[in-house]
C-alpha cells in the first residue's frame, strides 16, 4: 500500500520551455503533496506544500511563478517548471500523505536537465 | 535532521553484520521522527518512524532510538545485507504542521 508515482521519470528540454511534473496516490487519498528538490549528493529541500482544493504554500526563497502547483484532485498534484533554464536542472521529488499523522510516501522522482 | 551541506557521511559494515546510522536534530519542538532509504536514481522509502512519547520502536530487523534530551535519532539494522546499500535519511517534524526537516543522509556501503 500508500503508492506514489511520478511522471516522467526523467525529461530533457531547451531552455525556455515549460515542463509539466505529474504525482499520482495510486491507492490512497491524499489529502497534502509535498514538492522537493534535491542536489546531488545532497538532502532533500521541501519547495512547496500542496493542499487539495486549494493554493500551495510555496517555501521562503522558492518562486511560486516559477514552480506553478495544482492539486485539483485528492490523488493528483502537478508541478510546471516555467521557462526552464539550466540552473533549474535537478531531481525533483514529491510525496503525498492522507492524514497529518501518517507518514509521507515519496515518488521515484523526476530528472529534470535543461540544455 | 540537520542539512549540513555537500558531505555526505559514509558508513561502510560487514555483510551480517549490525549497523548503527545516526542523526541530530535541532528542534526541541519536533515530536515525530521519520527514517527513509533512499536508492540511487530513487525517492525514499519509509523504512520507520516513531513519536516523541516513545524512545525505542522496532520493526523488521530495524531499530529506531530517540533521545529527546541530546536530540539524537538512530537506526540500527540488524544484520545487514548487500540490499541494504543506500543512503539513509532520518527526517523529524513537529506535529502541529507535520513539515519535514531533513537530515544530511549518511551512505551505507555494505561489504560483502
Known amino acids: 500500500g500508500a503508492v506514489v508515482s511520478q511522471h516522467p521519470s526523467w525529461v530533457i528540454c531547451k531552455s525556455g520551455t515549460s515542463v509539466k511534473i505529474e504525482c499520482r496516490s495510486l491507492?490512497?487519498?491524499?489529502?497534502?503533496m509535498f514538492w522537493y528538490r534535491q542536489f546531488p549528493k545532497q538532502s532533500l529541500m521541501l519547495m512547496a506544500t500542496?493542499?487539495?482544493?486549494?493554493?500551495?504554500?510555496?517555501e521562503q526563497g522558492v518562486e511560486k511563478d516559477k514552480f506553478l502547483i495544482n492539486h485539483a484532485s485528492l490523488t493528483l498534484s502537478t508541478l510546471t517548471v516555467t521557462s526552464a533554464h539550466p540552473e533549474d536542472s535537478s531531481f525533483y521529488i514529491c510525496?503525498?500523505?492522507?492524514?497529518?499523522?501518517?507518514?509521507?510516501?515519496f515518488g521515484d522522482g523526476t530528472r529534470l536537465s535543461i540544455l | 535532521g540537520e542539512s549540513v551541506g555537500l558531505h555526505l557521511p559514509t558508513l561502510s559494515v560487514q555483510e551480517g553484520d549490525n549497523s548503527i546510522i545516526n542523526c541530530a536534530y535541532s528542534n526541541s519542538a519536533s515530536d515525530y521522527f521519520i527514517w527513509y532509504k533512499q536508492e540511487s536514481g530513487k525517492g525514499p522509502q519509509f523504512i520507520i518512524d516513531i513519536r516523541s512519547n516513545m524512545d525505542k520502536r522496532q520493526g523488521q530487523r530495524v531499530t529506531v532510538l530517540l533521545n529527546k534530551t541530546v536530540k539524537h535519532l538512530s537506526l540500527q539494522i540488524a544484520a545487514t545485507q548487500p540490499g541494504d546499500s543506500a543512503v539513509y535519511f532520518c527526517?523529524?517534524?513537529?506535529?502541529?504542521?507535520?513539515?519535514?526537516?531533513f537530515g544530511t543522509g549518511t551512505r551505507l556501503k555494505v561489504l560483502a
Open positions: 500542496s493542499n487539495e482544493g486549494s493554493k500551495a504554500t510555496y
Open positions: 491507492d490512497f487519498q491524499a489529502t497534502t
Open positions: 510525496s503525498a500523505r492522507g492524514t497529518d499523522d501518517q507518514p509521507q510516501h
Open positions: 527526517a523529524d517534524a513537529f506535529s502541529g504542521t507535520y513539515k519535514y526537516i
